[in-house]
């Protein structure tokens, strides 16, 4: 039954100071709703404010879900996949809604890169998410360099990385796979799953509470659809077979979709990236003071 104190009694911390005078509290708190966006509004909007979660940014309408459900949202084109957005809803014939954004609310936590393409805005793969899963296949050569950077990136967006070993069963040596991994990320947690033999599933579980987003981040092939429709019990997600020749993907999915968890939570599954690129390098360590070290010239310098 619900408190009247508190409407969120099983979430997290922050989402504990969220009034119940906000409209739809509790279903806004399913969708990740929480003080920090609350505490964006102005006294009036908070009154009069309808607010959703993008779950599907396309070109023309995106998909956005509030209170009321899910509809078609226009003028989102700056918001990206996860983020709140304020706005109004209308009739548009029948019983069909429509949203109309009027602003984007400040993300509390963001993954993001630079476009492949060079074009020189920050590219939002999941806005407000508390976890990425960066998903690599056990079948295929470990991409460390490629992981260490999604890593960088989820750390530097707020985002807590936690890697994801798909396809157990169709690697020889699991146990060695695992182990490399572990030596080499010592820092992040590491699961090692097969969704074929349905083996290692259950501790992903605890990153899904009420209101949590988890974004699936990794190369075409490696297993985010597969796991995704096997989280939501659905086969939501098109799935496609991998090349016989070297098991790379065939870039199946092709937008970024949030999607709701029975149990409580939500996934967002991506296409396939083969390749990070930092949006913003990390800061490195202030150099000291002083005379500066002067560096080797090397062949291609000159
Ligand atoms: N052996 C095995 N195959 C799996 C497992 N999980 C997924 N696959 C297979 O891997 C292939 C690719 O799966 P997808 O889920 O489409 O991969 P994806 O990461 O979503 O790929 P893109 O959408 O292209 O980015 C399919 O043939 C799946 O059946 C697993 O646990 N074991
Ligand atoms: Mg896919």
């Known amino acids: 039954m619900f408190d009247e104190k508190c409407v969120c009694n099983t979430h997290s911390v922050e ?42 940014p396309l070109r023309g309408l995106s998909r956005v879900a509030a209170a009321a459900g899910e509809m078609w949202a226009e003028n989102a084109e700056s918001a990206g996949v996860g983020d709140w957005v304020l706005g109004t809803i209308r009739s548009v014939g029948g019983d069909q809604l429509r949203f109309a954004v009027s602003r984007v609310l400040a993300r509390k936590t963001k993954l993001s890169r630079k476009p492949p393409s060079g074009k020189m805005h920050e590219q939002i793969l999941c806005a407000n998410a508390e976890t990425v899963f960066i998903v690599a ?74 209101g949590r987003t988890v974004v699936l981040l990794g190369a075409s092939g490696a297993g985010k659809s597969t796991l995704t429709n096997h989280l939501v019990q659905s086969e939501i997600q098109l799935v496609g077979d991998t090349r016989e020749s ?21 996934i967002v599954d991506s296409p396939g990236i083969r390749e990070l690129q930092l949006w913003k390098e990390p800061e490195r360590a202030a150099k000291p003071h002083g005379k500066k070290k002067k560096r080797p010239r090397h062949r291609e310098d000159r």
Request: charged letters at 20%; proline letters at 5%; hydrophobic letters at 40%.
């Open 137 to 210: 296949a056990m079948n295929q050569f470990l991409q460390l360099p490629a992981i260490q950077r999604a890593i960088t990136a989820a750390t530097m967006g707020g985002v807590e990385p936690v890697l994801v070993l798909t396809k157990a069963d169709a690697c020889e040596d699991p146990v060695a796979i695992l182990q490399q991994a572990k030596q080499a990320l010592p820092d992040i947690a590491i699961h090692p799953v097969s969704i074929r033999q349905q083996t290692g599933i259950e501790p992903l579980m605890e990153y899904f509470g009420e």
């Open 246 to 266: 070297d098991e790379k993907g065939r870039h199946t999915t092709t937008s970024r979709r949030l999607h709701f968890l029975a149990s409580g939570g939500m």
């Open 15 to 56: 989402s504990h100071c969220v009034t119940q005078t906000f409209p739809h509290a509790l279903e806004l708190l399913r969708l990740g709703w929480s003080e920090f966006f609350q505490s964006q509004l102005s006294a009036d909007e908070l009154t009069d404010a309808t607010v959703a979660r993008i779950v599907e």
